[in-house]
């Protein structure tokens, strides 16, 4: 990319060769979202002023963030923000990167939480706060703790509190999965826990393995050591008849549903699929 005259559009199809080129999964869509970030734009006005030239102040810009992605470092962490359910979170990499599949768990919860209440409420593993800040920005009567092992994780998740006006609706803490929950109460527990078996974390793609914490990919040998904890641990804080709701691999679903039945303190465990038909969240109900 010289200092030539470039227009959005000659950028922005120069950019999307250069992506496919490199081999980039969504090149055109990287393309449009690195080069609106640059010039403060909306995807729209990529096309409305498809032939505006283009500073070199905007151009360097522009080579600055595809310079990065080039080295497949994510776009979300490029930008600095990811969308989730309702909002647009900040993230860093201090924080594993939002998938629309963990909206189901934000679907599931919801479901429950329309019924009674009001509702205390545990994420665990809650990163950058997106489960607990869309189901807090969702139900007014809804008490929340959201609970992290990194410090550096519950700062970005404060922050997105911050921003949400929502800092008064959700308390986060820091410890071991349902540690700091002893004495909440609550009556759902959810978690997007690390699920990936360690030899299939280090096969990731290097966007993934490179940049976004292995604490919270790796799930240990299986990928079940803390969907194996969490389900031991969460019948002693749930009162009868509550929920407990985990994400997990596409291909655990019966895994996770052998050891809910053979914990035997529950009565229910059913698979639900996300929205690519896969085996996802796992809704099991303590015994009344």
């Given amino acids: 990319m010289t200092d030539e005259l470039w227009t ?8 999307t060769g250069f992506f496919k080129d490199k081999g980039l999964d969504g090149p055109r869509l990287d393309a449009e979202l690195l080069i609106c970030d640059a010039l403060s734009l909306d995807r ?7 032939d505006r030239p283009l500073s070199s102040e905007e151009l360097s810009g522009i080579r600055e963030r595809v310079r990065r992605r080039s080295k497949h470092e994510p776009v979300a962490y490029i930008t600095g923000k990811r969308g989730f359910w309702k909002h647009d979170l900040k993230v860093d990499r201090r924080v594993l990167i939002p998938r629309p ?5 934000v679907e599931l919860a919801l479901s429950l939480l329309a019924k009674g209440g009001p509702h205390r409420l545990v994420d665990v593993g809650t990163g950058s706060g ?5 189901l807090a920005g969702d139900v007014d009567n809804l008490i929340v703790l959201a609970i992290d ?5 519950l700062e970005v998740a404060r922050e997105n509190a911050r921003s949400l006006g929502l800092e008064n609706r959700v308390t986060f803490a820091e410890g071991d999965l349902l540690g700091p929950a002893r004495d909440f109460g609550p009556t759902i527990i959810v978690s997007n826990p690390p699920y990936i078996s ?24 299986d990928g079940l050591d803390l969907l194996r904890r969490l389900i031991a641990d969460a019948p002693a804080i749930l009162p009868p008849g509550g929920h407990l709701l985990l994400e997990h691999g596409h291909d655990q679903g019966e895994a996770v549903r052998a050891l809910v039945r053979a914990d035997g303190r529950y009565e229910e465990a059913r698979t ?7 085996d996802r969240v796992m809704v099991a109900r303590t015994r009344a």
């Fill in 8 to 15: 959005i559009r000659r950028v922005l199809q120069w950019t």
């Fill in 44 to 50: 729209i006005r990529l096309y409305t002023d498809h």
């Fill in 101 to 105: 599949d963990t909206e189901r768990l």
């Fill in 130 to 134: 997106a489960i607990a800040l869309a």
């Fill in 149 to 153: 092992r990194s410090g550096g994780a």
């Fill in 198 to 221: 360690t030899s299939e974390v280090d096969a990731l793609m290097p966007d993934v393995l490179d940049f976004e914490p292995r604490l919270a990919l790796d799930g240990g040998p």
């Fill in 272 to 278: 639900e699929k996300d929205y690519g038909r896969r």
